[in-house]
């Protein structure tokens, strides 16, 4: 069942983070260059039936990976080992996306217009470092990483 799981995550994490590389590096720049609000819509339309549900996989898996390292809730947040703070930096990472995402679909979405457009483009910018990061922290897990 673990590998399943965690071949979810890492299939999750592949679709969200390279959906937003292709978006933040060959898309928004399209995008910004016709000054075309539309551009990033039409992808957005495409990418959110396959990222959003990606998503959702990841942060399911996620807390049930957790919680075989970490037993214990509060453990995810007390910073004292490696485990516990890479567990604690991948929550502030999603709660960083959840933030920005609500942002994005509540009220720079509705509003967007050509005028605009560098709003959105700083979103999606945060979105996709803090999705590399994620990937990062996710990978640290297993190695060691930089904690």
């Known amino acids: 069942m673990y590998q399943l799981v965690l071949?979810?995550?890492v299939l999750g994490a592949t679709i969200w983070t390279g959906g937003h590389l292709v978006l933040a590096c060959s898309v928004l720049p399209a995008a910004l260059r016709r000054r075309s609000p539309?551009?990033?819509l039409q992808f957005e339309a495409g990418f959110e039936k396959l990222g959003m549900p990606a998503l959702v996989i990841q942060v399911l898996s996620g807390l049930?990976?957790?919680s075989l390292r970490l037993p214990s809730l509060t453990s995810w947040f007390r910073f004292e080992t490696v485990d516990e703070r890479l567990a604690a930096t991948k929550i502030i990472l999603l709660l960083?996306?959840?933030?920005?995402?609500?942002n994005a679909r509540?009220?720079?979405i509705p509003r967007l217009h050509a005028g605009n457009?560098?709003?959105l483009a700083w979103h999606i910018g945060a979105v996709t470092v803090i999705s590399v990061l994620f990937v990062i922290v996710g990978?640290?897990?297993?190695?060691g990483g930089l904690f």
């Open 7 to 9: 071949m979810l995550h």
């Open 106 to 108: 509540l009220r720079v």
């Open 96 to 102: 960083a996306t959840i933030a920005l995402a609500a």
């Open 117 to 119: 457009l560098h709003v």
């Open 38 to 40: 539309e551009v990033l």
């Open 139 to 143: 990978v640290a897990f297993r190695t």
């Open 64 to 66: 049930w990976l957790a």
